[in-house]
């Protein structure tokens, strides 16, 4: 298991130009990570910095880390053909910049819709399945492993994520597993995370407060599908089974990338050093 950071969790320095990602870079290298997941478009983007991706590979080359994964938003229900083939090649031209970064993993997205009913979510999972199966083509020359998020609502419950992967059928498409978004569909995480952990070819390791419906916690919490107030936590300061979910995770024999994402309200490299220290800690005592 190699242990490290999602760029995503130090969003909130970045956007407000305390750090910038090779100074993430060097952070997450600073606190013992062995990777960083690059996760553009949140504090820094390639489009307006052409000379970045360059710059990446430098600083995680001289840090000592992998650039272990690269995330993208992505959405394959569009209202038109050229949309979809517009969207599909956005996304195979981001396959390229991975093998560019010397990266092994990539997660894109694969749909969003405001109605997120399983009448949709049938209707729309072959056409979501090409797509994803065209990306996965193009990466397989490069070694790339591409993979959908158990995230966005419309494809989060651990059964839509497996209807997808087995649509796809192929070697090199599997699911970037997120422990703690299961609850965002209300779905119990522990036993979520088992039935997918087969398909993972990364793992994020996120931590939320649960708060039932009834009981209005106020400002800075969002609602689950069902209506279940959650707010992102320090990996093990939360709701989750933490120990429970990582025991499952090491005793599956998973030997992959595991990625601190986190999303809390406390100072971000406050929350992720203390996630980071967590996790590293369960891990060994489970």
Not at 52 to 74: F, M
Not at 225 to 237: Q, T, V
Not at 240 to 249: A, F, G
Not at 263 to 283: H, L, P, Q, S, Y
């Amino acid at each position: 298991m190699k242990l490290g950071v999602s760029s995503y969790s130090l969003f909130q320095a970045m956007n407000a130009g305390r750090m910038n990602i090779l100074e993430v870079i060097d952070w997450v290298a600073e606190i013992g990570g062995e990777h960083i997941e690059i996760v553009p478009g949140l504090g820094y983007n390639f489009q307006d910095q052409p000379d970045l991706e360059q710059q990446i590979i430098d600083k995680a080359k001289s840090a000592g880390i992998e650039i272990s994964n690269y995330a993208i938003g992505a959405n394959f229900i569009t209202e038109t053909d050229e949309q979809y083939e517009a969207e599909i090649a956005r996304v195979i031209a981001e396959v390229d910049r991975v093998h560019r970064l010397g990266a092994k993993l990539m997660r894109h997205d694969v749909a969003s819709r405001p109605d997120t009913s399983i009448a949709n979510f049938n209707q729309d999972l072959e056409k979501v399945a090409a797509a994803c199966r065209r990306i996965a083509d193009h990466a397989k020359q490069f070694d790339i492993t591409t993979s959908l998020e158990n995230h966005g609502y419309y494809v989060q419950a651990s059964d839509r994520v497996q209807s997808v992967i087995h649509a796809v059928d192929r070697p090199n498409f599997k699911t970037t597993l997120d422990v703690g978004n299961f609850v965002c569909v209300d779905e119990d995480p522990l036993s979520a995370v088992k039935k997918n952990l087969p398909y993972a070819s990364m793992v994020h390791i996120k931590d939320f407060y649960i708060r039932p419906s009834t009981r209005n916690p106020g400002e800075g919490w969002f609602k689950s599908s069902g209506g279940s107030y959650l707010r992102g936590a320090i990996a093990g300061h939360g709701d989750l089974d933490m120990y429970e979910i990582i025991r499952s995770v090491k005793s599956s024999g998973y030997n992959g990338f595991l990625s601190i994402e986190y999303e809390g309200m406390e100072e971000c490299t406050k929350g992720t050093k203390i996630a980071f220290d967590n996790v590293k800690r369960i891990w060994d005592e489970v």
